[in-house]
Nanobody, 127 residues
Framework: QVQLVESGGGLVQAGDSLKLSCVAS????????MAWFRQRPGKKREAVATITRSGSPTYYEDSVSGRFIITRDNGINTVYLQMFNLRPEDTAVYYC????????????????????WGQGTQVTVSS
């Protein structure tokens, strides 16, 4: 069993930055591909960014590419999502997820592939 705990959400203004953290426990973190998903009001949950076990390569959804950066520190079992130039449309509950299937470079944008989920952290961006 894996526990994922997100933190760092909050209320910010458009153009501000925010950094989300997700700390994992329970299984070997370095064996998991990790991802950040978000669920905007009235929308389905969508993948925002993914990262392989080693930290590279990474994937970004088009609307956040160039503004968000996903990184991980396997030494402290943590994955981050640094968000710059936030927009009102980034308002959502952000979830981290862990995937323990596949080879060393496998990641996915399909939420059903992920084995474990955090409880989510709210990010609200005002205009």
């Amino acid at each position: 069993q894996v526990q994922l705990v997100e933190s760092g959400g909050g209320l910010v203004q458009a153009g501000d930055s925010l950094k989300l953290s997700c700390v994992a426990s329970g299984r070997t973190f370095s064996r998991a591909a990790m991802a950040w998903f978000r669920q905007r009001p009235g929308k389905k949950r969508e993948a925002v960014a993914t990262i392989t076990r080693s930290g590279s390569p990474t994937y970004y959804e088009d609307s956040v590419s160039g503004r968000f950066i996903i990184t991980r520190d396997n030494g402290i079992n943590t994955v981050y999502l640094q968000m710059f130039n936030l927009r009102p449309e980034d308002t959502a509950v952000y979830y981290c997820a862990a995937l323990y299937k596949g080879d060393y470079y496998h990641t996915s944008i399909v939420e059903e592939e992920y084995d474990y989920w955090g409880q989510g952290t709210q990010v609200t961006v005002s205009s």
